[in-house]
Nanobody, 119 residues
Framework: QVQVVESGGGLVQPGGSLRLSCTAS????????MGWYRQAPGKQRDLVAS???????NYLDSVKGRFTISRDNAKNTVYLQMNSLTPEDTAVYYC?????????????WGQGTQVTVSS
């Protein structure tokens, strides 16, 4: 059963924009935050942006001012607007939904969506 589904990736030229969306299943109990991670070949998976149910925001330094995360809590949906894209943004982007408010919180992951920035 797929509980986190993301979409919106694709091929875009440098300087272009993409909008990713992610919806977590209503069956996931007590989502405290959702966010986006990315992983390029041979590299670790890094947090790109996250937003808590209460609205607290976190961004990777290299995307600040270019990416914007937003959410619709009622729909368990989070969006990532990506502007001024560069080739270094090329990666598989994974949506994450965190269930719980402690160090025992459980993370749900989407299957990933490819973002390729190339001329």
């Amino acid at each position: 059963q797929v509980q986190v589904v993301e979409s919106g990736g694709g091929l875009v030229q440098p300087g272009g924009s993409l909008r990713l969306s992610c919806t977590a299943s209503k069956s996931i109990f007590s989502i405290s935050a959702m966010g986006w991670y990315r992983q390029a070949p041979g590299k670790q998976r890094d947090l790109v942006a996250s937003i808590s149910v209460g609205g607290s925001l976190n961004y990777l330094d290299s995307v600040k001012g270019r990416f914007t995360i937003s959410r619709d809590n009622a729909k368990n949906t989070v969006y990532l607007q990506m502007n001024s894209l560069t080739p270094e943004d090329t990666a598989v982007y994974y949506c994450n939904a965190r269930s719980g408010y402690s160090d025992l919180a459980f993370n749900y992951w989407g299957q990933g969506t490819q973002v390729t920035v190339s001329s």
